[in-house]
């Protein structure tokens, strides 16, 4: 299960939830059925999503047995999952946030740097966090730094451009 979002709310009176969404890609939350999230036994359980709409940062929510403020209370605070099966396929050098974290990162020469940590954006290029030696290090991707990706043995290779690990 892959977490996307959190209810953080309700919405007028007849049930609507709030759900911030953990993504960039707004657009995939419309393509949903359903959503899970974890009950009080560890299990998860499905939503059913009646309506989806996306409301200013965020989207509101009719969901399967939920007509009232009161009965969708429980859901507050929760985080929500949908199946790795439900995600949109990517290009081949794309990946997801969720398979990079802690991926091995070496540098060209084979030097083990550290476990990726996060994954942000600056707008321009993402930044993988990299703990390094006890340390968090900011490495940014771009051409010049990333070599190759391989999501299924969790490995990153960079080249170590001066002054990237001071």
């Not at 009161?70 to 396929?89: F, T």
């Not at 084979?110 to 942000?120: A, C, N, Q, S, T």
């Not at 703990?131 to 900011?138: D, S, T």
């Amino acid at each position: 299960m892959i977490k996307i979002g959190k209810i953080v709310g309700s919405f007028g009176i007849k049930g609507e939830l709030k759900l911030f969404p953990y993504t960039n890609d707004l657009e995939m939350f419309f393509n949903f059925d359903e959503l899970y999230y974890l009950s009080k036994s560890g299990e998860y359980s499905k939503l059913v999503i009646n309506i989806i709409r996306q409301h200013k940062n965020m989207f509101l929510l009719t969901v399967e047995g939920i007509t009232t403020i009161e009965e969708g209370l429980y859901l507050i605070e929760k985080d929500i999952y949908i199946e790795e099966s439900s995600l949109p396929e990517l290009n081949p050098e794309e990946s997801y946030v969720f398979q990079l974290l802690d991926c091995q990162v070496y540098s060209a020469e084979g030097e083990y740097l550290g476990l990726i940590k996060d994954v942000f954006s600056n707008g321009a290029h993402d930044i993988y966090v990299v703990e390094h030696e006890g340390q968090e290090i900011l490495i940014p991707i771009i051409p010049e730094v990333l070599i190759s990706k391989d999501i299924t043995n969790k490995i990153v290779t960079l080249k170590v451009l001066p002054g990237l690990l001071d």
